[in-house]
């Protein structure tokens, strides 16, 4: 995809740019949201029979981003009125029609516009549980060759392949994490990344704990670990040197998502082989879910996850649920055909899986 390819996204009618759009990226399917909105729906597929039930790309048009800056985009994306808009839209739509990504385009341009001299620019947001947040948000000029990247990703041929499509009921949702997060190819990347990631989930339960109603989730799992494992443990360390309930809590969601990850990508992998020409029947992996692709062999963490999916939002805090939210995206948008063997030519040196976490803080 080249700057000249995208001149006829930049002007013209909403519908015939979100056309132009549709035919770039090889989806067969445009449509207005059929409960009606002001986005357009882009619908990835095989086909158009498929498409009707696949998870959509949401298309809007804001003439803010004509004049807003890369600074200036998040903070007026997660305002008052455009969460309300945006993310108001995501929570009140279901399989099929719930967006996995929407892809907003400046309005207003001259129709004589050229990407060249357009200075407005193209903002995807990656929703999730809990509010947006800047982190979800990303902005590119149209002359970048970022954008032109992000948006080869998310052509269809790209989207098909089979590690990259997965199915939940009769509904395809299409991994589009990897368009939005850089893609983690080995072991030590991931290792990092994950680490990261824990520590904002360490930094997130003390609050969501001191919130919380004694008997609540949280003080309940607290007093099982300290009645089954650790009697002295607290909720939050007394000094760095001190392990915690946050910290235990933290590195076990991250180690246990990414064992739910691997076990439904190795699952998924050989039901591929075994139904190479059948009707395939993945599911998709998210925190309603992760719990069932977790090991019989070890029913402690299916349990917590299995709690863990069952906790409404307003009880596990924004905060604890958008960075569990980050894992979820880091984990669907990894290489895990790569990581897996990379894992496997390290297996007899280390455990990285066991260690992401200290070898990060030490990194």
Not at 16 to 33: C, F, H, N, T
Request: charged share 30%; hydrophobic share 40%.
């Amino acid at each position: 995809m080249s700057a000249v390819g995208l001149q006829s996204v930049i002007s013209g009618t909403p519908a015939s740019r979100v056309e132009a759009l549709r035919q770039l990226l090889g989806y067969p399917l445009k449509q207005r949201d059929p409960e009606g909105s002001r986005f357009w729906f882009l619908r990835p597929g095989a086909d158009e029979v498929e498409a009707e039930n696949t998870c959509p790309i949401a298309v809007g048009f804001y003439a803010e981003l004509n004049h807003l800056g890369e600074d200036q985009i998040p903070q007026f994306l997660t305002a008052d009125e455009q969460q309300n808009e945006i993310y108001g839209h995501y929570i009140g739509r279901i399989v099929p029609n719930q967006p996995v990504m929407y892809l907003l385009l400046p309005d207003g341009e001259s129709p004589t516009a050229t990407v060249r001299d357009r200075s407005g620019r193209v903002a995807m947001i990656l929703p999730s549980e809990g509010k947006l947040r800047r982190r979800q948000i990303q902005s590119f000029g149209w002359t970048e060759q970022d954008l032109q990247a992000r948006l080869n990703r998310l052509r269809q041929t790209e989207l098909a392949r089979t590690d990259r499509m997965q199915e939940k009921a009769l509904s395809v949702i299409p991994l589009v994490e990897w368009a939005f997060y850089e893609p983690i190819k080995t072991a030590k990347e991931l290792a990092i990344k994950l680490a990261e990631v824990s520590r904002k989930i360490e930094q997130a339960i003390p609050t969501v704990y001191d919130a919380e109603r004694q008997g609540g989730y949280l003080h309940t799992l607290l007093e099982s670990f300290t009645r089954k494992l650790l009697p002295t443990l607290k909720p939050k360390p007394d000094n760095d040197k001190d392990y915690s309930f946050a910290d235990i809590y933290a590195q076990t969601i991250a180690y246990g998502l990414f064992t739910a990850r691997v076990f439904s990508y190795t699952d998924d992998e050989r039901r591929r082989q075994a139904e190479l020409n059948a009707e395939r029947k993945e599911t998709d992996f998210n925190r309603q879910n992760a719990w069932e692709r977790l090991p019989e062999t070890n029913p402690f963490l299916r349990r917590l996850f299995r709690d863990v999916s069952q906790q409404p939002v307003e009880e596990l805090g924004e905060d604890l649920v958008d960075a569990i939210a980050e894992v979820f995206s880091i984990l669907r948008a990894a290489k895990m055909d790569a990581i897996l063997a990379d894992f496997r030519a390290k297996m007899n040196r280390e455990d990285i899986v066991i260690r992401f976490y200290d070898r990060a803080n030490a990194s």
